[in-house]
């Protein structure tokens, strides 16, 4: 079968003239959907398939703009958009807000309007529900008709996420013991299989590791063979010895202290009393084009560590796996589709100077993601008001670039270096120093013309972030 259809632009923008303002939108005439192409600001497709950096400060316009760009790549490609939501703004991103096709129009005087581009709002819904998607939200403890409990596998996690407290030799143990449990769920996985759907208080498989552990590392004697370790496996979990997996996980277990063991699965059990554990393996992510990780549901920073990393690993699996079924066949039957990671907020998930163990592998992933994603079709969108806290290897890989209103020539200047913005751009650069609401700069692979100055085009989801309501609390009590 041969490809066909020709690739789509993404509108992201209405042109500005030099005040900032809409040129379509200044006309006396203008409305809704009367514009031409030539008015917005629209690239092909094709050309996001890279790492972009989004710079912009705080009340910028971001969040309305990060919205729009999702919007085009689902609406207008095939791609898949995974978000590491960390204000909520996604949250109810599963609906259109009707309200923006509603006083429609454009204020030069506040620099502000509701300006959609397509005049069909239903046709928009229609379209928008369509997407296969889910909302995952750690605080619910099952599916609604909305949201997704937010759940970790287990065996997917590094132990590097689990071993803070630990000294190398601890933590080398740590990592037998992992390898024990994590071939463990490949020789049961038929049964952990079956075993989806059912409600139980606690994950099959850790309750199933952690007895057949302590069966072996209670019979464990000085010149224990494999082969005796291999057949008490096979009796403490009740499956005949198969052979490489078995044999695999009874030399895990020779490496395992008691106290480390004991160890590794109290902090499993956190996660399960933190009610984020899977029991069973999740499923398939291929069918599904937009996943929101909705993280301050989560309570606490080290949680967020273990879901985020989860998330890049179960991408990192899955483009992988269609990776490899892509090289059996021919090339035009190629029907794999890039996933856009968005990270915003990201210096919180990829600072320059991590603190902690876990926050060091996430952060090791992300480059990895960074330097190799590509052969897999992996792509970083990362989005941060803090350019100096952010990774710069990580930044040093995003070939599209957008910088938004910036309030310091200070970090300006900081932005100019961690970007490696030629002097070409640099001019043009100050004037997000000048920047209203929504404007942005736009620069890098994807503009080959040089950079482009433009509005944000209306967002059509509902936002799910707020900031303070300022009627309310900024009045005398009573």
Request: net charge neutral; charged share 25%.
């Amino acid at each position: 079968m041969t490809m066909s259809g020709n690739p789509s632009s993404l509108a992201l923008g209405w042109r500005i003239d030099d005040d900032g303002h809409p040129t379509y939108w200044m006309q006396p005439e203008a409305r809704v959907g009367g514009h031409t192409r030539d008015d917005l600001v629209s690239l092909p497709a094709k050309q996001v398939a890279r790492h972009l950096g989004i710079i912009a400060q705080s009340g910028s316009g971001k969040s309305f703009f990060l919205g729009r760009l999702v919007e085009e790549l689902l609406l207008n490609t095939r791609c898949r958009v995974v978000i590491l939501d960390p204000n909520a703004d996604f949250r109810n991103s599963d609906s259109i807000q009707k309200s923006m096709w509603e006083g429609t129009g454009y204020d030069s005087t506040t620099f502000l309007g509701k300006m959609p581009t397509e005049a069909d709002v239903e046709r928009i819904c229609a379209s928008w529900q369509s997407i296969p998607r889910k909302i995952f939200r750690a605080d619910v403890g099952k599916t609604t008709g909305r949201y997704e409990p937010m759940r970790v596998w287990w065996p997917f996690l590094a132990t590097d996420l689990l071993a803070e407290d630990l000294d190398p030799a601890e933590r080398v143990e740590m990592r037998h013991c992992h390898t024990f449990v994590q071939t463990l769920a490949v020789i049961l996985k038929e049964r952990l299989v079956s075993a989806a759907g059912k409600e139980e208080p606690s994950s099959p498989l850790l309750d199933w590791s952690q007895e057949a552990l302590f069966q072996l590392l209670a019979a464990r004697q000085p010149g224990s063979t494999p082969v005796e370790l291999r057949r008490r496996l096979a009796s403490a979990i009740g499956v005949a010895d198969s052979g490489l997996d078995f044999d695999r996980a009874a030399k895990s277990a020779q490496c395992v202290s008691p106290e480390v063991a004991q160890y590794y699965f109290a902090r499993a059990r956190e996660c399960e009393i933190a009610g984020i554990l899977r029991q069973t393996p999740p499923p398939d992510w291929r069918d599904l084009r937009q996943l929101v990780f909705d993280l301050p549901s989560l309570p606490n920073t080290q949680l967020r560590l273990l879901v985020a990393y989860q998330v890049l690993a179960r991408l990192w699996e899955t483009q992988r796996d269609a990776w490899q079924e892509a090289m059996a066949n021919p090339a035009q039957e190629d029907r794999r589709v890039p996933s856009f990671i968005v990270v915003d907020e990201a210096h919180n998930l990829i600072p320059a100077e991590p603190r902690s163990r876990a926050a060091v592998a996430l952060r090791e992933t992300f480059r990895t993601i960074a330097a190799e994603g590509r052969k897999l079709g992996l792509f970083l969108i990362v989005v941060s008001q803090r350019p100096d806290k952010l990774d710069p290897m990580v930044l040093s890989e995003c070939e599209n670039k957008i910088v938004m209103r910036i309030d310091s020539a200070d970090v300006l200047e900081k932005i100019k270096t961690v970007l490696g913005v030629p002097s070409a751009v640099a001019t043009q650069l100050s004037d997000c120093l000048k920047f209203r609401i929504g404007r942005g700069l736009l620069f890098g692979a994807w503009a080959p013309g040089g950079p482009v100055r433009f509005l944000s085009a209306a967002r059509r989801t509902v936002e799910g972030g707020r900031n303070l309501n300022a009627s309310w609390w900024a009045q005398p009590p009573g």
